[in-house]
């Protein structure tokens, strides 16, 4: 039996040789890691570019008769991004279901390593890459208060206990609304306490210059990749390496 990160024991069997993610930066770990491996991933898994698997819908809505279908010997998915309904139908069905929770930088490694473990994978090349590239980045001279968007119409936030926070905070911005009881709670832009920066991603919303930055007047915004901001997997190392730029303004 394999533990995940949930606590909870999966039955993974002796050799896996078919992986469906239903999560996008966990579909981007296994390929990178072991090209073949997949056999499904949701219509939003983007990374690798030349993915050429099944697809089966969402990370909210997978169609679960399609993944059993897939025969797979491990789905891996995520706390945050996927529906307790959906896993337990899985595992109802038989699958095998190995859950992820990321919430920290450091924690990401660790977790990734435990995933890919259960995959039958080796430790690969690129999650050390993507460790030493975050050990090097220097520790930042001074903090900025920020609001990081994620959706308008309603408007909603990045809030408490999240991966995405945590990346910004190792980068010397802290998120204004960290103290909300929700991970992703709604706000009002003219309602917000003080800020230095206003941090808009390109995913799940996609903020431009002509979208976003005019509902925080008088504060700068920094446009930036919502894969590097929210994604965890070989695009750690890019991150370390682009966000500080992106961030400066």
């Given at each position: 039996m394999t533990v995940d990160d949930e606590?909870?024991?999966?039955?993974?069997?002796?050799?896996?040789?078919?992986?469906?993610?239903?999560v996008p930066s966990l579909t981007e770990a296994v390929?990178?890691?072991?090209?073949?491996?997949?056999?499904?991933?949701?219509?939003?898994c983007t990374h690798p570019a030349d993915l050429d698997v099944p697809?089966?819908?969402?990370t909210k809505n997978p169609d679960v008769d399609a993944i059993v279908a897939l025969r797979?010997?491990?789905?891996?998915a995520n706390q945050e991004e996927n529906r307790v309904g959906d896993l337990d139908a899985l595992r109802?069905?038989?699958?095998?279901?190995?859950?992820?929770?990321?919430r920290t930088l450091d924690g990401a490694f660790g977790s990734l390593d435990r995933m890919l473990a259960a995959c039958g994978l080796a430790r690969p090349g690129w999650l050390d890459d993507a460790e030493k590239a975050w050990?090097?980045?220097?520790?930042p001279a001074e903090r900025r208060r920020a609001v990081i968007p994620i959706w308008r119409k309603p408007w909603m936030a990045v809030g408490s206990d999240t991966f995405t926070g945590a990346v910004l905070a190792r980068l010397g911005v802290d998120n204004v609304l960290d103290a909300s009881e929700e991970r992703y709670p709604r706000f009002d832009p003219a309602g917000l306490p003080p800020v230095d920066l206003a941090v808009l991603p390109d995913e799940p919303y996609l903020f431009t210059a002509d979208d976003g930055p005019e509902?925080?007047?008088?504060?700068?915004?920094?446009?930036?990749?919502?894969r590097l901001l929210t994604?965890?997997?070989?695009?750690?190392?890019?991150?370390a390496r682009d966000l500080p730029a992106s961030l400066a303004g």
């Open positions: 606590g909870r024991s999966v039955p993974v069997p002796t050799e896996v040789r078919r992986v469906v993610s239903i390929a990178a890691t072991a090209p073949g491996l997949l056999v499904g991933a949701t219509d939003w697809r089966i819908r969402g797979p010997d491990l789905v891996v109802a069905a038989g699958v095998a279901v190995y859950v992820t929770d990321i050990s090097a980045v220097p520790e509902a925080f007047p008088g504060v700068p915004s920094a446009l930036v990749s919502g994604w965890y997997g070989p695009s750690l190392a890019e991150a």
